[in-house]
Structure formats: C-alpha cells, structure tokens
C-alpha cells in the first residue's frame, strides 16, 4: 500500500513537471508574438511620423527665412525711412519758405517802386506848380504895363493902332502868330516906335502888354 502511495505520488509529480514544463514551452511560443505586436505597431507610428517629419523639413526651411527678418534691419529700415520722410518734408517746407520770401521780397520792391514812383510824380506836380507860381510872381503884369503906356494909342486907335477889344482890327494881326506880333511891339511897325516909345521896357514886359491884349480882343 505505501508502495502505491509512492508510485502515485511520483506519477503526479511527473505530470505536474511535465504540465510546468508544457506551460513553459508555451509561454516561450507567446514570448516571441507579444514582442512581434509592439513592432508590428511601430511600423504605422512610423508612417505617420514620416509626413510629420517632412512637414517639419519645410518648417526648418523657413525657419532661416523667419530669422533673416532681423528685428535690428527692421528697426534700421524704419528709421531710414523716417528720416527720408522728415528730410522730404524739411525739403518741401524750404522750398516754400524760400518761395514765401521771394514773394514778400517781390511784394516789398513792388511797393517800393509803386510808393518811388508816387513820389516822383507828387515831386514832379509840386515842382511844376512851384515852377508857376514863381514864374507868376516874377512875370510882368501884362495889364499893368498896358495901362501905364500902351493905353495912349491903343484905347482910342490913334494913328491906326488896333483898338483894344476890336476882334475884327485885331483878327489879321492875331493871325500872323504871336513871334511877328512880339516883334512888331519891339521893333516898331507902322507908326508904333520900338517898345512903344519907352526903351526901359524889357523884352518879357513888352510880350507881356502885346499877350494880354491879344487875350482881351479874340
């Protein structure tokens, strides 16, 4: 009996070991397919890492283009500009100042020459009506001189002397011209003597009588 015993305990036990070792083989079968999953999944990953991949290539290309847009050229760039854009407007706001200036200076000469010229004219006037005044002042008194000699003949027409007033005796002589007229006073004519009679009378005193009594008997 305890023979049997030990048999069947060494029966079991050999199937236990021979079930140990089957489950082993199994396990060391299995091994190799678990291991065989991972990779088998890592080949998608892989594929879709690649486009990732190549998507990032053009990336790491612009990247160079994205730090070639230096923030110092950038502030360089806008700094030339502003200056171009305040030298253009120092450069127009001269030129208008320098045409403001030529035209103030035009409009000053013009003013100038306007208030020369004015001047010039008012100058000319007065020294005109100074020049007649004074040439009234010191012209011989044509009426006076008349009344003090010429009057003797010429009042009544002695000895044919035209009578002052008479247009029709006085018409023809007129239409001589007053330079034979000045002449005949001064020189003497008909029965009238040189300067009628009174040799003191200057040139400009006898025109002067002869003018005034033309001007009484046109």
Excluded at 155 to 183: N, Q, S, Y
């Amino acid at each position: 009996m305890l023979v049997m015993n030990k048999i069947t305990i060494s029966i079991s036990a050999l199937f236990l070991a021979l079930g140990v070792l089957s489950g082993c083989g199994e396990k060391k079968e299995e091994a190799p397919k678990a291991d065989a999953a991972p990779a088998a999944e890592q080949k998608p990953m892989e594929q879709a890492a690649a486009p990732a991949a190549e998507q990032a290539a053009p990336a790491e290309q612009a990247a160079p283009e994205a730090t070639s847009s230096n923030p110092m050229t950038a502030m360089t760039d806008a700094a030339n500009n502003a200056a171009t854009a305040m030298g253009d407007a120092a450069k127009a706001a001269g030129d208008a100042a320098t045409q403001a200036a030529d035209s103030a200076t035009q409009a000053v000469d013009d003013a100038a020459k306007a208030t020369t010229e004015a001047v010039s004219d008012t100058a000319a006037k007065a020294a005109d009506a100074t020049t007649q005044a004074v040439a009234d002042v010191t012209a011989p008194d044509g009426e006076k001189i008349y009344k003090g000699l010429c009057f003797s003949c010429h009042d009544m027409g002695v000895a044919g002397a035209p009578k002052l007033g008479d247009k029709a005796a006085w018409a023809p002589r007129i239409a001589t011209g007053m330079d034979a007229l000045h002449a005949a006073s001064l020189n003497g004519k008909n029965a009238m003597p040189a300067k009628g009679g009174n040799p003191a009378l200057s040139d400009a005193e006898v025109a002067a009588a002869v003018d005034w009594m033309v001007a009484q008997s046109k």
